[in-house]
């Protein structure tokens, strides 16, 4: 009860803008802009480039992702942006992007998988079990050519030495319910296996194995010398061999594929709306443009997204119904995370201009594909205001989309006529791993980011990944989420201050209420951790905002009240001791080692330790994060400034506590591999 009191003064202090926003019609750009974004956008122009798109095998540094690649290209120079180029940067094996080792490139032509009867030397097909041609997804990344001919032996999930006991798998396939990269050390090296066939589930929801026609993307390792390949099949598939080797029956396959690792050239593509008195900066929009075929919603769907965001800023500008930005925006379609990391490192002058992200991967799955859409926020160790202009909008749209459905109004409903009229009800989330996003918040690069994105989804990673499961209307949303973003960071000046900074007090209101409820349930030392690095978060945020545009003083009086009364009503916390021994030593980053630590099949602090024991940092599990989180964080939070309990408690706040003793162990190992060094006391 006792916090009942501050928290209705904020109410009644900081929400009265919010309240005038909350009745006005739009928030943070003017309606008419809003209007024209509403009246251009079209979510079947984007359907339609996506299908184009979804038709290419874009594996990286291939064919394929070369075809869609110049496919974009040609459509951005249509749309009238300028300065479009198909970047080349070498895909080889060998040569380090920041942290990334580049991968081959891989083009895979041919692959089918068939039953035979032997008669002799000779195999007579049967039946044709897997086709590359039907499904380009049968064929496991990174495989290599093979003409095998051999029995089918089932050794379960194939990662130990027990699963081959009494087994004859030499110059066979064996059939495997794991991974294709986890079953080739003892399958292929040890035992003499000649491939495999694989019905590897990945990408855990609650339908995974509901559909078990599924055939989901399997993977070799990228850098590994062994020549081998693997076919996918689905459960179904998996479940009728099984029963059949079970009974006794000898299956007879033929495999042959036609595929290669080779040194060939990343093609990310970019494109620029220039700006006019701040050109020098940039605001991103960006996506990935790999997959397998068809890969509609993973990623076809972020790359038409924001290549039609591209196609209604161009032509709103050209037609003067909104006015060229203030700020530059430039758009960017990269092989998943390796070729952004080639970008960052070949053109560090474009990627200094950078100010702000906007990065989509998937955001049109259908009712079908079970998705839940996200607006998600940055990191904790990147406090920035830009969090909250996307989640704005996201909430605009939720609002605008959800009274339109319900027949209650909704004057900018942004459906299209080939999708849904369903309400959006976008998800604000918390920061999320697993896209290029990530690099562009690491500490390394420090670019704020605005994260949309589906999940779960039923058919990611699957051949059912298919345009007809895109929705229409979908693409138009978060085209609409990412335009209107982009355009008010483009050109967010002083007096567009007082109305994001009533936005920015709602959202942090409610991330207090978030933050009160996980204090609850942690001890009192690790409550007073929470509430202090909760509030140092929103005071850095709202100080992020002078990296845009100057604060009004009027503002700056208007968040001094705001923050006291927030500090009030979250309470005082307690001062925490001075660190003492090793918890008090500072380390600072090593500048010439940029990146996060895994990219894409390449682990620089494994590469680079010496067959040290992974730190056990990597296999913890939080309340809200696993290994990976914390260590992304951990490194992000090293600045030269911060001891290592204090890292400890930032991550601990932002995933749930976690030891002082793993982290410590975490940070050892990265300074033993020179990602980072200790300063003095």
């Not at 496919?71 to 942006?81: C, D, E, K, M, P």
């Not at 033929?254 to 690792?261: F, I, P």
């Not at 978060?478 to 007096?495: E, V």
Request: aromatic share 8%; hydrophobic share 40%; net charge negative.
């Amino acid at each position: 009860m006792r916090l009942f009191a501050p928290f209705a003064a904020l109410l009644v202090c900081a929400p009265l803008a919010a309240g005038a926003q909350r009745a006005a019609t739009v928030p943070l750009i003017p309606e008419p802009t809003v209007a024209a974004l509403a009246g251009e956008l079209s979510g079947a122009s984007a359907k339609r480039n996506l299908e184009f798109i979804a038709r290419q095998h874009r594996m990286r540094a291939s064919k394929g992702f070369r075809a869609a690649a110049e496919f974009v290209a040609a459509q951005a120079r249509q749309y009238g942006l300028e300065e479009v180029t198909v970047h080349e940067f070498p895909a080889d094996g060998h040569t380090m992007y920041g942290t990334q080792k580049a991968r081959l490139g891989w083009d895979p032509e041919f692959a089918e998988l068939w039953e035979v009867r032997v008669e002799g030397v000779r195999a007579i097909p049967l039946k044709r079990i897997a086709s590359f041609e039907d499904i380009p997804g049968i064929l496991a990344e990174d495989s290599d050519s093979a003409d095998v001919t051999g029995e089918l032996v089932d050794v379960g999930a194939g990662t130990t030495e027990h699963d081959y006991a009494g087994k004859n798998v030499r110059g066979n396939l064996v059939l495997t319910s794991s991974p294709p990269g986890d079953v080739a050390p003892l399958a292929i090296d040890k035992f003499g296996a000649k491939g495999m066939v694989s019905a590897a589930q990945n990408q855990v929801t609650a339908w995974w194995r509901e559909d078990e026609n599924l055939i989901r993307w399997g993977h070799l390792d990228s850098f590994e010398a062994r020549h081998t390949f693997a076919i996918m099949v689905s459960l179904k598939q998996e479940r009728a061999f099984q029963e059949r080797l079970a009974a006794g029956e000898h299956v007879m396959l033929h495999a042959v594929v036609r595929a290669a690792r080779h040194s060939a050239t990343y093609n990310p593509v970019t494109a620029l709306i220039p700006g006019t008195d701040r050109r020098s900066e940039e605001i991103v929009l960006s996506c990935h443009l790999d997959h397998q075929r068809p890969g509609a919603n993973d990623n076809a769907s972020g790359c038409a997204t924001i290549l039609e965001v591209a196609r209604t800023l161009s032509t709103l500008i050209a037609e003067g119904k909104i006015a060229q930005p203030s700020r530059s925006i430039r758009f960017v379609w990269p092989c998943e995370v390796e070729c952004t990391m080639a970008l960052f490192q070949s053109e560090p002058a474009m990627r200094a201009r950078f100010k702000a992200v906007i990065h989509m991967d998937m955001v049109g799955g259908g009712p079908v594909t079970k998705a839940i859409f996200h607006v998600t926020r940055g990191p904790l160790s990147l406090p920035t205001f830009v969090n909250d202009v996307g989640q704005t909008f996201g909430t605009f749209v939720n609002d605008e989309s959800q009274a339109y459905a319900m027949g209650t109004g909704g004057k900018y409903p942004l459906v299209s006529g080939e999708g849904g009229k369903e309400p959006l009800e976008a998800d604000l989330a918390e920061f999320t791993m697993g896209s290029d996003h990530e690099l562009y918040t690491e500490s390394s690069y420090g670019i704020p980011a605005i994260y949309m994105n589906d999940w779960p989804d039923r058919y990611i990673h699957t051949n059912f990944d298919t345009p007809a499961n895109i929705d229409a209307t979908k693409l138009q949303r978060a085209a609409f989420i990412g335009a209107a973003s982009a355009l008010f960071l483009a050109n967010m000046k002083s007096s567009d201050v007082p109305a994001l900074w009533a936005a920015m007090q709602s959202a942090m209101l409610r991330r207090a209420a978030t933050m009160l409820e996980r204090r609850a349930v942690l001890s009192p030392a690790d409550a007073s951790t929470l509430t202090r690095t909760f509030l140092r978060s929103e005071h850095a945020a709202f100080e992020s905002i002078a990296t845009f545009a100057a604060i009004p003083d009027s503002v700056r009086h208007s968040a001094t009240a705001f923050f006291e009364q927030l500090e009030t009503l979250t309470g005082t916390p307690a001062t925490s001791a001075p660190a003492t021994g090793d918890a008090a030593t500072v380390y600072a980053r090593n500048a010439d080692v940029k990146g996060p630590m895994v990219v894409f099949g390449y682990d620089y602090l494994v590469d680079h330790s010496s067959g040290r024991t992974p730190p056990r940092l990597l296999a913890f599990q939080g309340m809200r994060g696993g290994g990976d989180e914390y260590a992304y964080e951990a490194l992000n939070m090293v600045d030269g400034k911060r001891s290592v309990r204090d890292i400890r408690d930032a991550v601990s706040a932002e995933y749930g506590p976690v030891s002082l003793e793993l982290v410590t162990e975490y940070l050892r190992a990265l300074a033993g591999a020179a990602v980072i060094h200790t300063r003095p006391r």
